[in-house]
C-alpha cells in the first residue's frame, strides 16, 4: 500500500539518530552547507551549486541534490542523492548503527523515483563490494516496492533486517521494515505472511502502534476473518481514540457482514472526527468500501 511509504519519514531505527540536512554536524564546512541551504530556500540553485563547490560535508551531496532537482536535471540530481546516501550508510556501518531521518526517506525517495529504474542502477552499482549498505538497501527496497517488485523490494529488506540483527538492534527497532515487508506480501495476494510479518511489528510494540493494527485487521478483513479484524480495529480505537481509521475499518468489516446498522454507528464515529476522511487519502481500498457503504446512508 503506498501509505506505508509515508511512513517512511515518521520511523528512526537507530542507536544515535541522524539529523537532518538543516542541521548539520558542526564542522568546517558548516558555513557553505548553511549557506546554501538558504540559497535553496530561496531558489538560488546555480548559486547555491556554486557555494558547495569543493565542499565535502555529510550534507552537500543532500544539497546539490535538491538544487540539481528544482533544474530539473534529474540524473545528476539522482547521482547525488545515491551518493548522500552511500556516505550515510557508510558512516553508520562502521560506527555500528542505523538510521534513518526524515530528508532520506522523503526528499532522496522522490528524487530518486522520478527515474527510479536509473536509480536502482546507481543503487546497485554503489553496493557492489560492500556486505550491506542500510541507506542504499532500504532505498533500493523502497523503490521496488513503490513500482510493485514487491519480492525484489522483500529482498533488501530482509538484508537490512539481517544486518540490524548482527548488531544487536532487533524487536522495536526493526518492527517498521516488518510492517513495510507485509504490504509487500499483501501486494502479492500472500495474506497469510502479510498477517505474520506485521504481527512480529505488533508484538514488538506490545499493541501500541495503532497504524500496524489497522492494517492487520484490513488483511484480516479481505480473508474475510471478520472477527479477528474487527478485535484489532478495536485495540487500535482504544490505542488511539481519536483514530478516525479505526471506526472506518470497524464500518467496513460490519458492512462486510451486512450488519448495516451497526455499521452506520461506527461510520458516524469516524466523521465525526475526520469529516474529510482524510486518514484513508492513502488507503485505496479501505476508502473505496466506505464510500461504497457511504452512499447507501
Not at 26 to 53: H, M, Q
Amino acid at each position: 500500500m503506498r501509505k506505508t511509504q509515508t511512513l517512511l519519514s515518521a520511523f528512526i531505527i537507530c542507536v544515535t539518530v541522524c539529523s537532518s540536512f538543516t542541521t548539520p554536524q558542526k564542522n568546517d564546512d558548516e558555513s557553505p552547507v548553511n549557506t546554501a541551504t538558504c540559497l535553496i530556500g530561496a531558489g538560488e540553485y546555480r548559486l547555491a551549486l556554486k557555494t558547495l563547490k569543493d565542499c565535502d560535508a555529510l550534507f552537500a551531496d543532500a544539497l546539490r541534490m535538491e538544487a540539481y532537482n528544482s533544474l530539473n536535471r534529474t540524473r545528476k540530481a539522482i547521482r547525488y542523492g545515491v551518493e548522500y546516501l552511500d556516505k550515510l550508510g557508510r558512516q553508520h556501518i562502521k560506527d555500528g548503527t542505523v538510521s534513518l531521518s526524515s530528508y532520506v526517506s522523503t526528499e532522496v525517495q522522490d528524487v530518486l523515483n522520478r527515474n527510479w529504474k536509473y536509480a536502482s542502477r546507481q543503487v546497485q552499482k554503489r553496493l557492489a563490494g560492500q556486505e550491506c549498505n542500510a541507506q542504499l538497501q532500504m532505498m533500493l527496497g523502497s523503490l521496488y516496492q513503490i513500482n510493485g517488485l514487491y519480492d525484489e523490494a522483500i529482498e533488501q529488506y530482509d538484508k537490512v533486517m539481517d544486518y540490524c540483527r548482527g548488531i544487536g538492534l532487533k524487536d522495536f527497532g526493526t518492527d517498521w521494515l516488518c510492517t513495510w515487508k507485509s504490504d509487500c506480501y499483501y501486494g502479492l495476494v500472500d495474506y497469510d505472511n502479510a498477517v505474520r510479518t506485521i504481527s512480529q511489528a505488533i508484538e514488538a510494540n506490545n499493541s501500541r502502534d495503532y497504524y500496524q493494527l489497522c492494517r492487520r485487521g484490513f488483511y484480516y478483513m479481505q480473508q474475510g476473518k471478520f472477527n479477528e479484524a474487527m478485535e484489532d480495529y478495536s485495540k487500535a480505537a482504544k490505542a488511539n481514540p481519536n483514530n478516525a481509521e479505526a471506526y472506518f475499518g470497524r464500518c467496513a468489516v460490519l458492512y462486510r457482514q451486512g450488519k448495516l446498522d451497526e455499521a452506520r454507528v461506527e461510520y458516524g464515529k469516524g466523521i465525526k472526527i475526520d469529516p474529510a476522511m482524510e486518514c484513508l487519502e492513502y488507503d485505496d481500498e479501505l476508502m473505496d468500501i466506505v464510500t461504497e457503504f457511504s452512499k447507501d446512508i
